[in-house]
């Protein structure tokens, strides 16, 4: 069993928590991500590492409720535990050797953008890093995010915080300008990822995406997270989360996620259902 140490909302819909796990603590990296288990009879979801604190030993993880499992989770209080938290699993984001870096985070893919940003920074690259939400409610981790970059832009849907408009309006004018960085990396949905992908390719600049797809065992073994990069087919828990943006088969990723739609929105009533008789 897990402890949660530490629960913190971050806006409505987004929760943090320190999870005590020591042995993930002394070896997750920047890009990699966990598997847990709420309780034995729970489904398996990834959740990308958003920091660790090795002399407390734990893993702080942030998750958006959006399906029965997250609604469970966020259920959880301080001091209770959760059944399993398995890993590091998959690939750390390669930033040796990187001195100019372009971070993009949309919406809860802030979490898993902010540890990146970080580590970019720690090695003393310089950082860019631009946010993005649909409306001032839904801003999370701003000043840890101006904490680690040299330049930091605040975008929003409606203009409510910050700049009005998607991500990629800065990214462009960046561009346009005849700015260029050893990568982009962009982190979010996949909408979002394939719109910076399709601004940067107009000018050969490198990009990588983190892509988090349906998994189950975090292996590749149940085949569940495959895409299509490049024309193959790679496996994001093993030969992932991050891909050349510019190769991912983003369509077929969406196509893919809409599938499990319909299910996962039945589970999460049956779980919202089930809170609202039990406070009663």
Same mark, same amino acid.
């Given at each position: 069993?897990?402890?949660?140490?530490?629960?913190?909302?971050?806006?409505?819909?987004?929760?943090?928590?320190?999870?005590?796990?020591?042995?993930?603590?002394?070896?997750?990296?920047?890009?990699?991500?966990?598997?847990?288990?709420?309780?034995?009879?729970?489904?398996?979801?990834?959740?990308?590492?958003?920091?660790?604190?090795?002399?407390?030993?734990?893993?702080?993880?942030?998750?958006?409720?959006?399906?029965?499992?997250?609604?469970?989770?966020?259920?959880?209080?301080?001091?209770?535990?959760?059944?399993?938290?398995?890993?590091?699993?998959?690939?750390?984001? =390669?930033? =040796?050797?990187?001195?100019?870096?372009?971070?993009?985070?949309?919406?809860?893919?802030?979490?898993?953008?902010?540890?990146?940003?970080?580590?970019?920074?720690?090695?003393?690259? %310089?950082?860019?890093?631009?946010?993005?939400?649909?409306?001032?409610?839904?801003?999370?981790? %701003?000043?840890?995010?101006?904490?680690?970059?040299?330049?930091?832009?605040?975008?929003?849907?409606?203009?409510?915080?910050? %700049?009005?408009?998607?991500?990629?309006?800065?990214?462009? =004018?960046?561009?346009?300008?005849?700015?260029?960085?050893?990568?982009?990396?962009?982190?979010?949905?996949?909408?979002?990822?394939?719109?910076?992908?399709?601004?940067?390719?107009?000018?050969?600049?490198?990009?990588?995406?983190?892509?988090?797809?349906?998994?189950?065992?975090?292996?590749?073994?149940?085949?569940?997270?495959?895409?299509?990069?490049?024309? =193959?087919?790679?496996?994001?828990?093993?030969?992932?989360?991050?891909?050349?943006?510019?190769?991912?088969?983003?369509?077929?990723?969406?196509?893919?996620?809409?599938?499990?739609?319909?299910?996962?929105?039945?589970?999460?009533?049956?779980?919202?259902?089930?809170?609202?008789?039990?406070?009663?």
């Amino acid at each position: 069993m897990y402890k949660i140490v530490r629960k913190k909302s971050l806006n409505p819909t987004v929760t943090l928590m320190d999870i005590e796990a020591p042995l993930v603590a002394k070896k997750a990296k920047a890009g990699q991500f966990i598997i847990l288990r709420v309780d034995g009879d729970g489904e398996r979801i990834p959740l990308t590492v958003a920091g660790c604190d090795q002399e407390k030993g734990t893993v702080t993880i942030i998750f958006q409720i959006v399906g029965a499992t997250t609604e469970k989770l966020n259920h959880k209080n301080e001091g209770e535990s959760i059944e399993d938290f398995v890993g590091p699993l998959g690939m750390p984001t =390669e930033i =040796e050797g990187l001195k100019k870096v372009c971070v993009i985070g949309g919406g809860v893919g802030c979490a898993i953008a902010l540890p990146v940003a970080r580590a970019l920074h720690e090695q003393g690259a %310089e950082v860019t890093a631009i946010a993005g939400f649909r409306n001032k409610d839904l801003v999370i981790l %701003e000043d840890e995010f101006k904490a680690c970059s040299d330049r930091f832009i605040m975008m929003t849907d409606d203009g409510s915080y910050g %700049e009005k408009g998607t991500v990629t309006v800065p990214l462009k =004018e960046l561009l346009e300008k005849g700015e260029r960085f050893d990568e982009v990396i962009a982190i979010g949905p996949l909408i979002m990822m394939k719109f910076v992908c399709l601004t940067t390719k107009e000018y050969g600049q490198k990009t990588v995406v983190s892509m988090n797809p349906i998994m189950i065992d975090g292996t590749g073994m149940c085949g569940g997270c495959r895409l299509s990069v490049g024309g =193959e087919t790679k496996f994001a828990c093993v030969d992932g989360p991050d891909f050349d943006g510019h190769l991912v088969d983003f369509d077929e990723a969406m196509s893919r996620a809409r599938s499990y739609a319909p299910f996962e929105r039945h589970a999460y009533e049956e779980a919202c259902n089930l809170f609202q008789k039990e406070v009663r």
